[in-house]
């Protein structure tokens, strides 16, 4: 799916966190946008998701505006651990069956195994290590088949296996041509992945470099 | 001595009409109770039984006024659904303390309560006793209907969008993304709980509610495993707390509600100390087994 972002200025008071940005992704592209704490990421993220209002006519999926679209049919998001806190028992399970609006399928069952979650399958959710829980977040953003994957600090407080075993998930993806937006302190994580950067920096400004512009990002920011 | 309270059961229709009011409302609370409890909405609970007491009160002031078409526990109902949306409306003033909704809506609910209940004449001691205790004993056949009605609905309803809640209580931005109607189903649940608390206010009074809601759960989630096994445990507490309650009521002759509710955290306390103790030796366990190590 392609994702075009046109102009998009986004503020909370008066002083805007994101500042015209523009740009353009075409199906099966691997965006990773950087940035140190406060620069936006995380609010592009909410952007993109419709978590909070956009003006119309600055994202678009498909050449569809997304205020016009009612529903995010094909589009996953795997959040940021620390954005769920719960202590109400769930097990994987349950979990994931609920967020499967349909019955359980071959598909279903089949995502399970190719995330290994059989083991921890009647763990409750609250008892997983943050690589298990990001595991549970990654299979629930597929369970939609989505053509676009958005990804908010999947790396943050989970263990470097678990990052490895993530870092393979998502080649597989990008080989599978889904348009991935991974928002990531961590530069070097997909760097053998990611075919752009979007560098944001303090002062709400950005760049849209390419991946051999690597060394550019890291001095941009 | 249990058959005196079963004798009471079949031969006093109040008795009967209590006993099945109680049992109904105890499976049905937790089920409330639980997505109450995971949405972080306890407190909103409080806040609209509250309001809602005003709106009974009004509805009494107005019934000695003019001859309503229906009683005053429905306009507790209109203002506990109004309640939810006025405390929305009042959060948007504040960035940071956005809980003061809430304490500035129990004010008002009680103020107003204090004040209707001064003007109204004919308003017994023991009419307000009960709105603020609970006076199950007063649950007509009609109420009983209205009280078997909504279980069914929540049952309905639950039954119909079970994994929507789920969904929905656990994460918001993903229910909106995987096309739940988000606006919509918040609505619903906002409107359940409001009836919920307008209904129940006759089994345990308004300053009661929150336990009738909210204890069975709080005792669940702290030993529970999934979340099926969580509510159902919630519903047996919950039901084992009544059957207690009314035990004790009958047979000491004390308030029903108080009974109940005492009951409820009677089994929290019993848990508190098993997690407790559970706790302590997983520790000790821990502490040995580094030492052999």
């Not at chain 2, 009004?58 to 009683?71: A, E, M, Q, T």
């Not at chain 2, 006025?86 to 960035?95: A, D, Q, S, T």
């Not at chain 2, 001064?118 to 199950?136: A, E, H, R």
């Not at chain 2, 979340?227 to 445990?233: A, N, R, V």
């Amino acid at each position: 799916m392609r994702i075009s972002v046109n102009n998009l200025t986004f503020a909370y008071t008066q002083r805007p966190v994101l500042k015209n940005i523009s740009f353009n992704l075409s199906s099966g592209n691997f965006l990773s946008v950087v940035g140190k704490n406060g620069t936006g990421k995380s609010t592009l993220i909410k952007c993109l998701l419709k978590i909070v209002a956009v003006p119309n006519n600055t994202i678009f999926f498909d050449d569809i505006d997304i205020n016009a679209m009612k529903r995010f049919y094909h589009v996953g998001y795997v959040p940021q651990k620390l954005d769920f806190a719960y202590e109400f028992p769930i097990t994987v399970s349950e979990f994931l069956s609920c967020a499967y609006l349909k019955r359980k399928d071959a598909f279903f069952t089949a995502l399970i195994n190719a995330l290994d979650l059989n083991p921890i399958y009647r763990e409750n959710i609250n008892n997983l290590s943050g690589g298990q829980l990001q595991r549970v977040f990654i299979a629930r953003s597929l369970l939609n088949k989505p053509k676009i994957l958005i990804l908010d600090e999947p790396t943050v407080s989970i263990d470097n296996e678990s990052v490895a075993a993530l870092h393979n998930i998502l080649k597989d993806l990008h080989s599978n041509n889904v348009t991935i937006i991974l928002s990531t302190h961590d530069f070097d994580f997909a760097k053998n992945l990611t075919d752009y950067y979007l560098a944001l920096n303090e002062k709400g400004e950005y760049q849209f470099l390419p991946r051999k512009d690597y060394d550019n990002v890291i001095e941009y920011i | 001595m249990l058959l005196n309270i079963f004798k009471a059961i079949i031969e006093f229709e109040a008795f009967r009409n209590a006993f099945v009011a109680a049992i109904v409302i105890g499976i049905i609370s937790p089920l409330i109770g639980s997505v109450v409890v995971i949405r972080r909405l306890s407190n909103i609970a409080d806040t609209l039984s509250h309001f809602s007491l005003a709106g009974v009160v009004i509805g009494v002031f107005i019934s000695k006024l003019i001859n309503l078409p229906f009683s005053p526990i429905f306009m507790g109902i209109i203002f506990s659904i109004g309640g939810t949306f006025l405390v929305e409306k009042i959060r948007n003033f504040y960035k940071n303390y956005k809980e003061l909704s809430m304490a500035i809506i129990i004010s008002l609910g009680v103020s107003l309560s204090g004040l209707f209940i001064s003007i109204t004449t004919g308003v017994t001691t023991s009419y307000t006793t009960g709105l603020l205790f609970g006076s199950i004993l007063s649950v007509g056949k009609t109420d009983l209907i209205l009280i078997l009605f909504f279980a069914i609905s929540i049952f309905i309803f639950i039954g119909f969008y079970y994994k929507q809640i789920i969904t929905l209580c656990f994460d918001e931005t993903y229910a909106r993304i995987s096309g739940i109607s988000v606006k919509a189903l918040q609505l619903l649940i906002t409107i359940i709980l409001a009836l919920a608390i307008s209904i129940f206010i006759e089994l345990v009074g308004v300053l009661l509610i929150s336990a009738l809601l909210i204890i069975p759960v709080a005792s669940s989630i702290l030993v529970g495993k999934s979340f099926k096994g969580t509510i159902i445990f919630a519903i047996i507490i919950s039901l084992l707390s009544i059957l207690c309650g009314f035990t004790v009521s009958f047979y000491l002759k004390l308030p029903l509600g108080s009974t109940i509710a005492m009951a409820n955290i009677f089994v929290l306390f019993i848990i508190f100390l098993i997690v407790k103790l559970k706790n302590s030796r997983y520790k000790k366990k821990k502490i040995k087994d580094e030492i052999t190590v």
